[in-house]
């Protein structure tokens, strides 16, 4: 269960939010952390190049890129409901957890979102404006 801060912003009826960065370990394809700067960077481009097994950029995790960001803030890395209500596992096989973190600006204020997932427990964190706004019981 994740109950809120009762210092919770308000929001008008449109929100701003600017992604700075992203980090990702264990999640997916993504063995250990790797470190993604977006601040300033405008529309960005996924592209790879598979060296394992030739030229073909299959698999080497542009849609888990993608999808990190997704699953930071909603807990799913499928824009479509589950038909079980289940969230597919994210976790690396050969890591112990998935940790994915998005730090950015919100309305123009600094927020830090960190969501981490392990065989038996997850964590969600919400930071906005210097406040931790998520509590978890």
């Known amino acids: 269960n994740i109950s809120h801060s009762s210092t919770l912003p308000s929001f008008d009826k449109s929100t701003d939010i600017e992604i700075d ?4 370990a264990g999640f997916g394809s993504f063995r250990r ?3 993604y700067p977006l601040g300033n960077r405008g529309v960005v481009l996924l592209r790879g190049t598979n060296k ?3 030229s073909d950029s299959n698999g ?3 849609t888990t890129l993608a999808m990190a960001s997704l699953w930071a803030l909603t807990g799913s890395i499928d824009a479509r409901p589950a038909q079980d209500g289940r969230v597919s596992d994210v976790v690396n096989d050969f890591s112990k957890f998935s940790e ?3 730090r950015g600006r919100l309305n123009s204020k600094e927020f830090t979102l960190k969501r981490k997932k392990g065989a038996s427990s997850g964590s969600l964190t919400f930071n906005y404006d210097g406040s931790d706004l998520t509590l978890q019981s």
């Open 100 to 102: 994915v973190t998005l």
């Open 33 to 35: 952390e790797v470190f």
């Open 52 to 54: 394992d097994f030739g």
């Open 60 to 62: 080497v995790g542009k």
């Open 21 to 24: 960065s992203i980090s990702i």
